[in-house]
T-cell receptor, first 113, second 114 residues
């Protein structure tokens, strides 16, 4: 049973560019959450998708947007990249049921130069 | 808003030593509490969780008790091993169920010396 997968593993962009990160949830999971983890910090919640809709959103600007596809996979898009967007971006999936937990992928390391 | 405060690191211990990593939280409702572990180059793995007051979560020799009166969820292990070296994150979810948004602490880096 494959766990949560993310692509790419690493990415280097320059300021002002746009980036798309991808996530495939664990089999049987229909909810996907995205987190940003800056170096030396804990992950910060960006948003969560369920049934192709954004269900919750953290304190991130509109430059951060997402999408969920009918097969439950998800994309995170960041426009007009800033140096401060350099971080590890983590995707987590979970089933939409009580008493369960979020399973995290290995992350995508984004470097903005 | 909700927040989690973790013991500052890094923490360095000898093998077989006793481990405590402190975690306190602030939440308006009745959060579920979690400890996640991050090994080098990997994503987060759930270590243990507790969903209500006085619950004790345990896994791989680690345990933590949900203390509502002190708003704490300290992580303990009686005898650590070199393989326990990792970064540990305390987290809470602001709904009863664990698949809601997670609020994390800043993490505690643990190094175990043989």
């Amino acid at each position: 049973d494959a766990g949560v997968t993310q692509s790419p593993t690493h990415l280097i962009k320059t300021r002002g560019q746009q980036v798309t990160l991808r996530c495939s949830p664990k089999s049987g999971h229909d909810t996907v959450s995205w987190y940003q983890q800056a170096l030396g910090q804990g992950p910060q919640f960006i948003f969560q998708y369920y049934e192709e809709e954004e269900r919750q959103r953290g304190n991130f600007p509109d430059r951060f947007s997402g999408h969920q596809f009918p097969n439950y996979s998800s994309e995170l898009n960041v426009n007009a990249l800033l140096l401060g967007d350099s971080a590890l971006y983590l995707c987590a999936s979970s089933p939409d049921s009580p008493d369960d937990t979020q399973y995290f992928g290995p992350g995508t390391r984004l470097t903005v130069l | 808003g909700d927040s989690v405060t973790q013991m500052e690191g890094p923490v360095t211990l000898s093998e077989e030593a006793f481990l405590t990593i402190n975690c306190t939280y602030t939440a308006t409702g009745y959060p579920s509490l979690f400890w996640y572990v991050q090994y080098p180059g990997e994503g987060l793995q759930l270590l243990l969780k507790a969903t209500k007051a006085d619950d004790k979560g345990s896994n791989k020799g680690f345990e933590a008790t949900y203390r509502k009166e002190t708003t704490s969820f300290h992580l303990e292990k009686g005898s650590v091993q070199v393989s326990d070296s990792a970064v540990y994150f305390c987290a809470l979810s602001d709904q009863y169920f664990g698949n809601e948004k997670l609020t994390f602490g800043t993490g505690t880096r643990l190094t175990i010396i043989p």
